[in-house]
């Protein structure tokens, strides 16, 4: 007869959750043909989401661009994603930004908003507390311009739902270290 205070199978030990967190990857890889496809690829073979993704060439003459990848996991997916970000043949570098103390995110925004009367006025006021510019007016709507941290710009969005949001087009996440270091 089993023993009850033994479980029966390694099956029925009770698996503690763990927390899955936001992570951001700075990664400077070659820049040539393919490379975001491998990078894409990667994530999509083993089934990790990108929440934002944006790339440029950041040095013409040593042909290389900066990819920054905003992703979602458990501390041994983020780690095993950084690890295989290292492995590829094209990089260079990767950064988990998130662990930087001296990592810097920040992202474009453009909201539309309509509204008229109280709504249209308190849009504006919201829009000024978090220094978002005015880039387009009609006699129903704004563009707002809004750059910050990707919480700020997401509070903006919510206060906004309220008031008239027509629209939002985010850039995704760009990263920087602070002071002289470079990536």
Avoid: C, W
């Avoid at 989401?49 to 950041?58: P, Y």
């Avoid at 990089?91 to 709504?119: C, F, W, Y």
């Avoid at 006025?121 to 311009?145: C, G, M, N, P």
């Avoid at 919480?151 to 985010?170: P, W």
Wanted: glycine share 6%.
């Amino acid at each position: 007869m089993p023993d009850p205070a033994q479980p029966a199978s390694v099956y029925d030990l009770a698996h503690a959750e763990q927390e899955e967190s936001r992570a951001t990857f700075a990664v400077l890889v070659d820049n040539e043909p393919g490379v975001l496809h491998r990078v894409v690829g990667l994530f999509a073979a083993r089934g990790y989401n990108i929440d934002s993704l944006t790339v440029a060439e950041t040095d013409d003459n040593a042909h290389t661009s900066r990819i920054t990848i905003v992703t979602r996991g458990t501390p041994q997916v983020l780690s095993q994603i950084e690890a295989q970000l290292q492995k590829m043949v094209s990089t260079r570098h990767v950064q988990d930004v998130t662990k930087d103390p001296n990592g810097l995110e920040r992202e474009l925004a453009l909201i539309k908003v309509r509204g008229s009367g109280t709504e249209r006025v308190e849009a504006l006021r919201v829009a000024d507390i978090f220094r978002a510019k005015v880039v387009d007016t009609t006699h129903e709507s704004f563009v707002f311009e809004l750059t910050g941290a990707p919480t700020k710009i997401d509070k903006f969005v919510d206060l906004m739902r309220g008031l008239g949001l027509v629209e939002v087009s985010r850039t995704g996440v760009l990263s920087l270290q602070r002071g002289v270091e470079r990536l």
